[in-house]
């Protein structure tokens, strides 16, 4: 088993430019997230997926859009990238269905926005 | 919604010594406590987490202690070794029957455990 598994694994844009995160596991797990982590901030929630065919918002989804293409993948959309952006995204997944409430994370991505 | 607060944001020990980080949670209908460990560029992964219905569970040389009327719970690891050296997140939920809720985390503490 992969587990989680992101790409890229790190990216510069310019602002303004646009850019999709992509995200998938195989550990057939219902639920699935994007964080971002920035010094000293700890992880905050941008967006979730509790199940197939659902996304909500979590604490900081201004700036970003989410799409869950299937159970394996969730994909995070930055339509107009700001340098307020520039930091380090992870997803994870859990299998909240059988109430098992770990995350597994991915390797994340390293985002930098000029 | 959920507020966790974690201190110290940074401990400093000797190999050897025991390392003790806490955290406070404000809704008291979160039921499910997680502590992840994050080594430098790496992925956080939970080295262990309770559940509301105990107040104590340990593994080897880490244990969490839940104390639900204070609405605090705390890390404990003793014999601690360079390898603890890590940033560690706690976080807070509420499980399905208590009204779902997503993992809201705490700002982290950075370890440092020196040979």
């Known amino acids: 088993n992969a587990g989680v598994t992101q790409t890229p694994k790190f990216q510069v844009l310019k602002t303004g430019q646009s850019m999709t995160l992509q995200c998938a596991q195989d550990m057939n797990h219902n639920s699935m997230y994007w964080y971002r982590q920035d010094p000293g901030m700890g992880l905050r929630l941008i967006y979730y997926?509790?199940?197939?065919?659902?996304?909500d918002k979590g604490e900081v989804p201004n700036g970003y859009n989410v799409s869950r293409l299937n159970k394996r993948e969730f994909s995070l959309r930055l339509e107009s990238a700001a340098p307020s952006q520039t930091s380090v995204y992870f997803c994870?997944?859990?299998?909240?269905?059988?109430?098992?409430?770990?995350?597994?994370f991915g390797p994340g991505t390293r985002l930098t926005v000029t | 919604g959920e507020n966790v607060e974690q201190h110290p944001s940074t401990l400093s020990v000797q190999e050897g010594d025991s390392a003790v980080i806490k955290c406070t949670y404000s809704?008291?209908?979160?039921?499910?406590f997680p502590w992840y460990k994050q080594e430098l560029g790496k992925r956080p992964q939970l080295i262990i987490d309770i559940r509301s219905n105990v107040g104590e569970k340990k593994d080897q040389r880490i244990a969490v202690t839940l104390n639900k009327t204070a609405k605090h719970f705390s890390l404990h690891i003793t014999e601690t070794q360079p390898e603890d050296s890590a940033v560690y997140f706690c976080a807070a939920s509420r499980s399905r029957n208590s009204g779902y809720s997503t993992l809201t985390f705490g700002k982290g503490t950075m370890l440092l455990v020196s040979p």
């Open positions: 809704d008291s209908a979160s039921n499910y």
């Open positions: 994870a997944s859990s299998d909240t269905d059988r109430e098992s409430y770990e995350q597994y």
């Open positions: 997926s509790a199940s197939e065919g659902t996304t």
